[in-house]
């Protein structure tokens, strides 16, 4: 187990450990970072940058008073559910907890972890943090969210990371970690540069395997093929978890043909999706456990759901350039149908 000391972390740091922090804001030395957005990924990775020694600042709403009076604990498991091995522990106490961005001012590096149902936010929240250099670097899920953030601050100054992990928030300020997975860093626009390989090198810090990639496009196809099907299916097969989905046949057999029809839009965008991808992402659960996907928190919990993000825009895309995608069609008006009526249900 370990307590954070962010001082100390980069005081025996040296040199080395302001690399990556000089490539992204131009100094050798501690970022100022905001994280807007601080459920399950902002609050983890913004939790592990600040356990490193960056000025790490969240933005809270629900959770704001309850992190101001007990800072965050973050738990890592070895593997799967709550219940496996406990590996890692620690606390960001006291942890800078915001209202406003006003309050949190200009920064050298905003991290959007907010649910893409919020993007019509970016416009009346972003701005106060931006100090005319600021690197705006989304994590979020689904597609059109780096070009919503490029549309405003210009795509020279928006990164994405494509987040393959399994972490829930499991109470307020209480972020459990059950699988480290991977992220990958891409450029708004063109391909990768020495700031894209910067932040892989600054994330590298939070145990997550961090690389870059030259293709936007082909990172949100490539994860679309686990998060169309699992995501989905877990709302739209009564609430299920995604071992359930992995080990029933008629689920696992709707979940490759939505994956196949995943790939047929992507190839029709201009991006190969290989068959090994693909037959990779039914194993893939096999060490999550009874994992409930993010999506299937905020249904159950009547909060909105990223049904645009996620399902509806692959699918306008795939579809206007001729691919058929029944399955996927069908799924994405069921789950419009679905989380209409949970958001309903919990305004009652």
Partial sequence: MSQSNSEENFATGGTAAFAASAAICGEARPLKI????????????????ARAGHDVRFLLRSDLEAVRRDGFR??????GAAGAALTDEFRIQPAAA????????????????????????????????DNGRTLFLTLQNGMGNAEQL????????????????????????VIENYQLGRIRFA????TATARTHALAELFGVTGSECRVTDSLDKALWQKLCWNIPFNGLAIAAG???????????????????????????????GVEISDAHLAAQIPSVAGMGAYKPSSLIDYLAGRPVEVEAIWGEPLRRGEARGVAMGRLSALYSLLRYLTATAAVRAAG
Avoid: H
């Fill in 34 to 49: 905001a994280v807007i957005g601080a459920g399950a990924i902002g609050a983890y990775y913004g939790c592990a940058l």
């Fill in 74 to 79: 973050v738990r890592i498991f070895a593997g």
């Fill in 98 to 129: 915001f209202a406003s961005t006003a309050e949190i001012g200009a920064c050298d590096l905003v991290i959007i972890a907010l649910k893409s149902t919020a993007n019509d936010l970016f416009a009346k929240l972003l701005p106060p943090l």
């Fill in 150 to 173: 490029a549309a405003i601050f210009g795509a020279s100054r928006v990164a994405a990371g494509l987040c393959f992990v399994c972490i829930n928030r499991v109470a307020p300020g």
């Fill in 187 to 190: 450029e708004a626009a063109g």
């Fill in 239 to 269: 609430g299920v978890t995604t071992d359930i989905i992995a080990g029933s046949a008629p689920l696992r057999e709707l979940a490759e043909g939505l994956m196949r029809e995943v790939q047929a839009a992507a190839g029709a965008c």
